[in-house]
């Protein structure tokens, strides 16, 4: 379904109303299940088109059963209410919006997203429908009526358990962190390739996103490796554990050991950073479990991932390792690409009369540069800059012998270039057709470029100088 | 900061480059036309340096809000200009407010082997003074990355006004 496609892709696309929804803290394992069945009808409003008062009952109506049983909170979860109450929230959740005959899964999208789809500006989102979804697929039946569907779940508890913790996740907004032999390292995410890999790349970002709405929180938290497991031996579902209180602390080591130990090697330590967001890190297998050398460890990660992406930056750091070295070669490059520019743009300074040389010639002059930019990288497009060796290696001659050469080789290059007189009047965000048309020609006024510098015989290489 | 983070159009670096070239030659042309230099500051005279505040501002200007180290340039600039105007001599230093916070025990958190780098990181890069280690990266990756497309550009540029 398409909506069910939108959702799943986006990840995040769940109104932001569900967030003051499960920031008011909603415990899946402690709700009262008297309460919930006080859930007054008039949540169920077929038509969407009230959405605002729909949202603001659900929400009273959530608060309701959300406020009562906070205060009469166990630290120990029922199971037996868990389900009855988990299975009536996503029963409404479900049969809210409900307008036509829709798929149970992207009935539950549907509702998500029909409902609540003015757009609002909180960052992190819920994805329990997500998660939900994920769970009882295949396993809803349509509610053709409007009442409150049975919820015909799996009675399996681990299922239970598991809705029950991505219900803790969201309710530990208001909660203390500060658990009794667990803890978590929130970090913030930097790969969202980490969590797929994990296998819920749907669930990590706005599971984590969550944690980011509890950015009040110190960063201080950390989590503790748990071996021994506790409950729940579900698959892994969630790659990404998220924020936790103090009483979730069950729950969220429930959904700790849904990672199956088998899924989750030592390298369940996760890296991964959307900006703004946090996640829970695990000690690895056999490492120190301080909090200090667990946040330690990841800071280190994500530095030396960053490392990785200069060194693929910075030309001829291939063969260095190690950080100090790299770091050297970073700052030579960043003060050599400095000094260029201030160079450059002294001779530009100097040269006065061609200032006024029309803007439409030298737009059209600017055709040129993806020509030019092309033959130094495989991939023009490519995120990383383009290896750009040999203006940097240049710059060990001088600036001043790097200055002809490079004037020699452009201009032969432009001349040649104007003389095939294929200028195309492609747009100007039109790179991508204006590259692929001149990389014909590109070897053609690159050989004809490399024959003229023959007698510089710089490097032996292409040296089309940009 | 991750590249697969960065929108597409930033990703391409002809875009950039473009991007910047339309920015620069309207800044030099600009710069040219404006025949008396200001006086205001002996610095800022010298037109080498104007064009290269030029280049710095058009390549920052391209990337915008969107990296730290632009919005550093662009917010000195600014401070520059307002400076300019109010007839100031005096040049303080820009002090930006921390974004992030330095680790507090550089020996035990710095994962830097020398911290000498690293400040010297700080000091090149835009905007580098108030960024934390891991942003400070990332920062650097980007601003090579511009740099890179300004230095070509500019080359071009050269170029084309010197056909020797």
């Known amino acids: 379904m398409e909506k069910h496609k939108i959702f799943t892709r986006e990840g995040n696309g769940i109104p932001q109303s569900w967030n003051p929804i499960f920031g008011m803290g909603i415990q899946g394992s402690e709700l009262n299940p008297t309460t919930s069945d006080q859930l007054p009808n008039s949540f169920f409003k077929p038509n969407c088109e009230s959405s605002v008062d729909q949202r603001d009952l659900f929400e009273s109506a959530l608060s309701s059963i959300v406020s009562s049983p906070v205060n009469s909170h166990p630290g120990i979860p029922i199971p037996g209410a868990d389900s009855i109450v988990l299975r009536e929230l996503i029963g409404r959740l479900g049969s809210i919006c409900n307008s036509n005959e829709i798929s149970p899964p992207s009935r539950i999208n549907s509702a998500n997203n029909s409902c609540y789809n003015t757009p609002l500006n909180s960052p992190p989102k819920l ?39 991505r219900f803790s996740i969201f309710g530990a ?80 080591t429930e959904v700790e050991k849904e990672k199956s130990e088998a899924k989750r090697s030592k390298s369940n330590e996760k890296s991964t950073e959307p900006p703004k967001d946090y996640i829970h890190v ?46 050297d070669e970073i700052i030579n490059y960043v003060q050599s690409l400095q000094r ?34 092309l033959p130094n990288s495989v991939n023009p497009f490519d995120a990383s800059v383009q290896p750009f060796p040999y203006g940097y290696q240049s710059q060990t001659n001088g600036m001043i012998s790097d200055g002809p050469e490079n004037q020699f080789s452009m201009n032969s290059l432009m001349t040649t270039m104007q003389h095939n007189s294929v200028m195309k009047p492609s747009h100007i965000d039109g790179f991508g ?4 048309f001149w990389e014909n020609d590109l070897q053609s006024i690159v050989k004809m470029a490399i024959g003229q510098d023959q007698p510089q015989g710089i490097h032996g290489q292409m040296k089309v100088e940009l | ?157 050269v170029d084309l006004y010197n056909p020797t």
């Open chain 1, 173 to 252: 907004k208001n909660e203390s962190f500060k658990t009794g032999g667990s803890q978590f390292i929130r970090i913030p995410e930097e790969n969202k390739k980490l969590m797929t890999e994990l296998g819920d790349s749907i669930e990590e970002p706005s599971v984590s996103e969550t944690g980011a709405g509890i950015k009040g929180q110190s960063n201080g938290r950390k989590r503790k490796g748990i071996p021994n497991t506790t409950r729940g031996k579900g698959k892994e579902t969630q790659s990404s554990t998220t924020t936790i209180s103090a009483k979730d602390d069950k729950a969220v």
């Open chain 1, 433 to 436: 057709e204006a590259s692929t």
């Open chain 2, 1 to 157: 900061m991750s590249p697969s983070q960065q929108p597409t159009s930033l990703n391409n670096p002809a875009y950039l480059k473009n991007q910047f070239a339309h920015r620069f030659i309207r800044a030099l042309n600009n710069l040219h036309h404006t025949k008396t230099p200001p006086h205001h500051n002996y610095k800022m005279y010298n037109r080498s340096t104007r064009v290269k505040i030029a280049a710095n501002t058009a390549m920052a200007s391209v990337v915008g809000s969107r990296r730290a180290w632009s919005r550093a340039v662009l917010w000195k600039i600014r401070k520059l200009r307002s400076r300019k105007r109010v007839n100031c001599h005096h040049q303080e230093k820009v002090s930006l407010k921390r974004r992030n916070p330095k680790p507090k025990t550089e020996d035990f958190n710095n994962p830097f082997g020398d911290s000498s780098q690293e400040s010297k990181l700080r000091e090149l890069v835009p905007g580098g003074e108030t960024l934390d280690a891991v942003c400070l990266m990332g920062e650097t990756a980007n601003y090579i990355k511009c740099l890179v497309a300004q230095v070509e550009v500019m080359k071009t540029l």
């Open chain 1, 127 to 165: 994805n329990l429908s997500n998660t939900t979804d994920h769970q009882i697929q295949g396993n809803y039946p349509i509610p053709g009526n409007h009442q409150l569907p049975p919820a015909p779940f799996p009675a399996d508890p681990g299922f239970v358990e598991r809705a029950a913790a």
């Open chain 1, 282 to 327: 695990r000690a690895r297998r056999g490492q120190a479990t301080d909090s200090h050398s667990l946040a330690e460890r990841v800071r280190r990660e994500k530095i030396s991932e960053r490392m990785k992406f200069l060194q693929d930056l910075v030309p001829g750091c291939n063969k260095v390792t190690g950080k100090a070295v790299m770091l």
């Open chain 1, 340 to 373: 260029q520019v201030e160079f450059l743009s002294m001779k530009l300074a100097t040269v006065n009369p061609r200032m006024d040389v029309s803007m439409e010639a030298l737009l059209s002059k600017d055709m040129f540069r993806p020509l030019v930019s």
